[in-house]
């Protein structure tokens, strides 16, 4: 098993910044890939970004290209989201997600661990 717990979501206004992190835990492995969706009320959960066990190739929706970077620690467990130039239609929650032997598929049923996610809310 694999526990997932994100970390740094929070009110923003427009134009903001934030940094979500992923901390994993248990039967940690640099053999997962790792995943970002989000998912606002009414809406069905979003592929947002990826990345695949070795950190060397990412993945983005359309609509995040060039404001979001996602990045990971392998060492320390730790996977990132730095999000900049935040958007009134980027308000969601957002979940962090492990794919065991994956390379950063934009499905989430391909992920086999999930955390509790972390609200993301953005101010217009």
């Known amino acids: 098993q694999v526990q997932l717990v994100e970390s740094g979501g929070g009110l923003v206004q427009t134009g903001g910044s934030l940094r979500l992190s992923c901390a994993a835990s248990g039967r940690t492995s640099s053999l997962f890939a790792m995943g970002w969706f989000r998912q606002a009320p009414r809406k069905e959960r979003e592929f947002v970004a990826a990345i695949n066990w070795s950190g060397s190739s990412t993945h983005y929706v359309e609509s995040v290209k060039g404001r979001f970077t996602i990045s990971r620690d392998g060492a320390k467990n730790l996977m990132y989201l730095q999000m900049n130039s935040l958007k009134p239609e980027d308000t969601a929650v957002y979940y962090c997600?492990?794919?065991?032997?994956?390379?950063?598929?934009?499905?989430?049923?391909?992920?086999?661990?999930w955390g509790q996610g972390t609200q993301v809310t953005v101010s217009s």
């Open positions: 997600a492990a794919d065991y032997l994956g390379s950063g598929s934009p499905n989430p049923l391909d992920y086999d661990y």
